[in-house]
């Protein structure tokens, strides 16, 4: 198991950016396929039958935006691998949610759990806007993850941390946008078709202007429940509790966005069945505990603090920081990566398996972000 993620910096069009990244990563990008591939016979699913049903999702993504189905191409070419496994590395939720009466497969499917947390500017001791997550997955991805540089033809550049050929998961960009995710289960899951999660972050990410990236997610269908935290370095952050046919929203409270993997917006408790909490009852105090650890030292909160209360232990081994626990289909869930970005400074540092206190790794967009600047 490694203890770093490798830098892939892409340029250009979509497909040559896609043949860079699939060329650059290949090894981990073929590693993530293969798994994934696996995870899904291992669930009944035969690669003939897969590799249709990703087909199918094909047009979709098109549909969606052509371009993201030019880089997907791309990356397929450059790692030599076929499209249809790419698509499932981007549709994986989708494409095994997406029958009705299928919500069990979540389990399989990957969302595992999370927690992220957003401290606005008049929280933290420089003034700058510091967004954060753990990433609670399968154990088996931490080595095929990395952290992807985008400088497109047009628009801003941006860092994601993402599973190796995956478009987006979390990150920020030059225009001081930021996105995390958690994973939310609901009864409405896997009843419609959907746009896959990962192309509305993606298409977060490539929003100029704050009120674009919040329209990404507001406008986008979703087959599968997500909770998605989107700020700017401007100074402000909304929390999305996203289900099929219906977004929820959140507001900071006293400068602080906190959340985990059960639905908080009482509107949404009012109109859907949470499925999440039975399922990992951890989250009812996951996010209350990475809460208490910083409130306290609101409006001097460092980076340190973030990643020391990501690294909470409280009810080991279901804690905010997570060591391997067995999962239902025999694998290991865990906290597989500590994510925490500086919106304001554009910058991105990460620890992978922090249970195992390893070194974090830095990443900057080699710029401060133009919604920094103006300040």
Not at 233 to 249: L, S, T
Not at 280 to 309: H, K, N, W
Not at 315 to 324: D, F, H, N
Request: aromatic share 6%; charged share 25%.
């Amino acid at each position: 198991m490694t203890d770093t993620v490798p830098l892939i910096e892409v340029s250009g069009p979509p497909r040559e950016r896609g043949r860079q990244y699939g060329e650059q990563a290949r090894d981990r990008v073929i590693a993530a396929c293969e798994l994934f591939r696996g995870i899904m016979e291992k669930g009944g699913r035969p690669w003939p039958a897969v590799k249709e049903r990703a087909q199918g999702f094909a047009p979709r993504i098109e549909a969606y935006c052509p371009a993201y189905l030019e880089e997907i191409a791309g990356i397929a070419e450059g790692a030599g691998v076929e499209t249809e496994a790419l698509i499932l590395l981007n549709a994986r939720n989708e494409m095994m949610l997406e029958r009705a009466g299928e919500v069990a497969d979540k389990d399989i499917a990957g969302g595992d759990e999370c927690t992220s947390v957003v401290c606005l500017p008049e929280t933290t001791a420089d003034g700058h806007l510091i967004h954060a997550q753990n990433w609670d997955y399968r154990e088996d991805c931490i080595d095929v993850s990395l952290v992807l540089k985008v400088e497109p033809e047009d628009g801003p550049s941006f860092l994601t941390f993402t599973i190796a050929g995956g478009l987006a998961r979390c990150g920020l960009n030059s225009a001081g946008v930021a996105i995390t995710g958690n994973n939310l289960v609901s009864d409405r899951d896997g009843h419609r078709t959907g746009v896959p999660l990962a192309l509305i972050r993606r298409r977060v990410l490539e929003s100029r202007i704050y009120a674009d990236a919040l329209g990404a997610v507001l406008s986008a269908p979703v087959a599968a429940s997500n909770n998605m935290t989107v700020s700017t370095a401007q100074g402000d952050a909304i929390n999305f509790e996203a289900a099929p046919e219906e977004c929820f929203w959140l507001y900071p409270e006293d400068g602080m966005v906190v959340h985990a993997n059960h639905f908080r917006s009482e509107a949404a408790k009012a109109k859907l069945r949470d499925l999440g909490a039975a399922r990992s009852p951890c989250t009812l105090y996951r996010d209350r505990r990475v809460e208490s650890l910083l409130r306290p030292r609101a409006g001097s909160i460092t980076v340190d603090d973030v990643f020391a209360a990501l690294a909470d232990d409280f009810g080991a081994p279901r804690a905010v920081c997570r060591p391997p626990v067995p999962r239902r289909d025999g694998s290991f869930s865990t906290t597989a990566a500590s994510i925490v970005m500086d919106v304001t400074a554009g910058r991105m540092w990460v620890r992978m398996a922090p249970w195992r206190e390893g070194r974090r790794q830095s990443f900057d967009l080699g710029a401060r972000p133009v919604a920094a600047a103006a300040e």
